[in-house]
């Protein structure tokens, strides 16, 4: 591994620091709110957008599928996105991606429905969920590379799970904007036209997210990469395939494991608990809300811990937990409301151990192309594993109806194996140098 240079004293966290994660936090926020309130009205939606006589568990299956696409094309809008913030800056990015999150879920707000304009209402929505997935490929490692060069080296984990609770802020504020929706307006009306509303806030959340951050300033790493004339000589992202394979695999895997708590105990679980567990969507609706809000508190003490203990023995730990709380939750989530809650809670904060992911994921790059590194793995995982995870488990529950259960159980077993590896050859995967050399620079100050 390459020498580094530590800081002699390494610095606390400042206000600028803290204002930095909050307006980046609040704006990753907003835009994963749009990204994915798709998802909680995914029913209304498939019998809106496709012919009134096919099967519903075809709707579901094709609507998951939409919801997909957006998934699928996350690896080309992040990996362009991602070459001009490693090139030319990260804040112009960030604040583009936003932009484009806005204008796209606005357009699924107004978009006509099947019975107004036959097929070609669910292309539309395919291609508008295709915009709002090139936004987001950009959104997420853009923030984790934008807030991990503006923190103190020693504390880029807490950093990365703060920002990774302000994007499940987004996810709580969806699953709430989709309560209300539910308990204020009947049925009938959701249908006809209240189910457009979450769409519309969106855009305007997302419009108030470009204006928020253009108080944000560039990353001093950049800043000074740029000045000393250290970018990257050739295309990034080709120097992440030839320098930085062990790198990739690692963040895939990792990518893998975020994907899986989120997709599944998060997105669909709304959705598994009325279809699977006889609740009604109110019930379903605020259990996830109130698990969410758990999940918030997890990822963020998650990143704060990891800073504290390294990554190997983090993820064990976390892996072992996360396996025995979401076999616990599926098992025995038919009981009553109660225990759903209960379970829910502790599966939020076994879930909140992928606010540890990204502390990996930032020092497996150095800064010259940590942007498409970040991007580039965790949009070609998020597009295979991500994509495709709900249709997979969608498919696999019409022949064992604790297929979600057994899949995050070996995702669980992945994350301990995970552990044990980053425990014996972390040290092999974490190019440091990017980071921690800068960051010496800007402690002297």
Known sequence: ??????????????????????????????????????????????????????????????????????????????????????????????????????????????????????????????????????????EVPGAWTFVAEHVPFRRVGFACGFLCSGLTLGILLGSFIATIINSVFLPETISAWAWRIPFLLGGAFGLVAVWLRRWLQETPIFTEMKASRALAPELPLKAVLRDHKRGVVVSVLLTWILSAGIVVTTLMTATFLQKLYGYTAQQSLAATSFGTLFLIFGTATAGAIVDRVGSGRFFIAGGIFFGVATWAFYSFAATSLTVVFVLYAVMGLAVGMVGAVPYVMVRAFPARVRFSGLSFSYNISYAIFGGMTPIAVTTLLAVNPMAHAWYLLFIAALTVGLGIYLTLYGESVESEAGIEELTARMAKG
Not at 34 to 50: Q, S, T
């Open 1 to 138: 591994m390459s020498p580094t240079i530590t800081p002699a004293a390494p610095r606390r966290l400042t206000s600028q620091d803290f204002r930095t994660l909050g307006l980046a936090a609040l704006g990753g926020a907003l835009e994963f709110y749009d990204f994915i309130i798709f998802v909680f009205f995914a029913a209304v939606i498939g019998k809106l957008f496709f012919p009134p006589d096919m099967p519903d568990w075809l709707v579901l299956i094709q609507t998951f599928g939409i919801f997909a696409a957006g998934y699928l094309v996350r690896p080309v809008g992040g990996i362009v996105l991602a070459h001009f913030g490693d090139l030319f800056g990260r804040k112009r990015v960030f604040s583009f991606s936003i932009l484009l999150m806005a204008l796209s879920t606005l357009g699924m707000a107004l978009m006509p429905t099947y019975a107004t304009i036959g097929v070609a209402a669910p292309i539309l929505l395919v291609v508008m969920r295709l915009l709002q997935g090139a936004a987001i490929g950009g």
